[in-house]
Each structure stands twice: as C-alpha cells, then as structure tokens.
C-alpha cells in the first residue's frame, strides 16, 4: 500500500505542475486530479497495517510522515490553485462563490496544520498557511462576507430588533428574513469541524461574545438584556 501511496503521490505531482502552468479550465481540471489522487493515496496510507512494537517501527513512522506530508501539502495548494482558477475565470462574486472558496480554504488549512503537527519547521507549508489565511480574510474584497461572517451579521441583526438583512437583487437592495435557528447550526457545524481558521474568524468578528449572549438570554430578548 506505501508504493501505491507513493505512485498515486507522484502522480499527483504531475496534476499540480499542470495545474500551475495550464490555464482557465484546464487548470481546474488538473487542480481536482491533484486533490483526488492525493484523498486515495492518503486513504491508501491511513490503511497500513501498524507494526508497533517491530524493529524499525520508528523509521517507517518516519517514511510514513514524510510522505503524508508531501501528500497533504500538494492536496492543499492544489485546492488553493483552484481557488485562484475561479477568481481568474471571472465568475461572479456573490455568497455562493464566496462560500465554494472557503470551504476549500477551509480544507487547505486543515491539511496543512495537520503536517505542521508533525514536521512544524516545513516552511514551505507555513508559507501557504499564511496565504491560506489571507486569502480568507479578503473574501468578498474583505467585506467580511463568508459563511461565517454572514450568519454572525444576521445574529447581530436579529439582536438588535432586525430580523431581516439585507441582499443586493439585480442591483437592488432588498430585505429577507433571518433564520436565527439556521445561522447557530451553522456556527455550531463550524466549531465542531475543528478548522483553526474558522475559528480565527469567529473570533475576529467577535462572534464569541455574541453565541454566550445568546445562550444566555435567547436572540428574542437579548435586546431587553442589554
């Protein structure tokens, strides 16, 4: 399984030096090869039987992390290859483009702090972190429009007496209603995944505060409370 791991690796290689030299669909073709040869060869290494306790336990630990890493690191700047591949296609921004992007932001930095858990001087994997988390701070032209972001606006609505947000239709601003109820799960999802970078956001938009006011008095008397 370690040589199909390390065929379907390099393979993947090939799909990510493709993807950074093709362009328009090609690029996104090559990017998706890349990020599904890297799944199953990690799926393939996951399912190696351990051998605790043998000789040379430790060496094939360390065969095994090094090339995890290689894995996990093409499979994250792949996803952020294919990120770039949207912006440059010239498709639209709205909120369903923006929360495609981040869900493959999202799955970029869970790969990376993953090797970074084991080979935490790799700087060519805490170089792309550090993109990753630029890159998901300028969603929307950094208006803070994600799906996090969102949900935490439509809260903060709701708390203040607002129970509709507003959306742009046709270049027109409109109002829809908020499901309060909706937007928790959401944010409940995103902590429970244990992604360092949703959490970072909710952080930074000061989401925490707001889920304890909640919790504390409920979104339909938060506004007496305060």
Do not use: W
Request: aromatic share 0%; hydrophobic share 35%; with cysteine.
């Amino acid at each position: 399984m370690m040589m199909t791991s390390t065929l379907l690796s390099n393979r993947a290689m090939c799909h990510l030096k493709a993807a950074e030299t093709m362009k328009g669909g090609a690029t996104k073709r090559s990017a998706k090869d890349c990020i599904d040869d890297c799944t199953s060869a990690l799926e393939n290494l996951d399912n190696i039987p351990s051998t605790a306790g043998s000789a040379g336990t430790d060496q094939k630990g360390d065969s095994n992390n090094a090339l995890r890493g290689k894995i996990l690191y093409r499979r994250s700047k792949a996803q952020v290859i294919a990120i770039s591949s949207q912006n440059l296609d010239g498709g639209n921004h709205d909120d369903d483009n923006d929360d495609d992007k981040e869900k493959k932001l999202n799955a970029a930095a869970k790969d990376l702090l993953q090797l970074l858990s084991f080979d935490p001087k790799n700087k060519q994997a805490a170089a792309l972190l550090q993109l990753v988390r630029t890159q998901h701070g300028q969603l929307s032209g950094g208006m803070g429009r994600s799906r996090i972001s969102r949900s935490l606006d439509s809260l903060q609505n709701s708390m203040s007496g607002d129970s509709k947000k507003e959306v742009i239709v046709d270049g027109n601003r409109q109002k829809e209603k908020v499901d309060a109820l909706s937007c928790l799960r959401m944010l409940q999802g995103s902590l429970a995944e244990e992604i360092t970078s949703s959490a970072e956001e909710i952080g930074r938009r000061n989401g925490v505060p707001l889920m304890l006011q909640i919790a504390r008095h409920g979104i339909a008397t938060v506004k007496d409370a305060t």
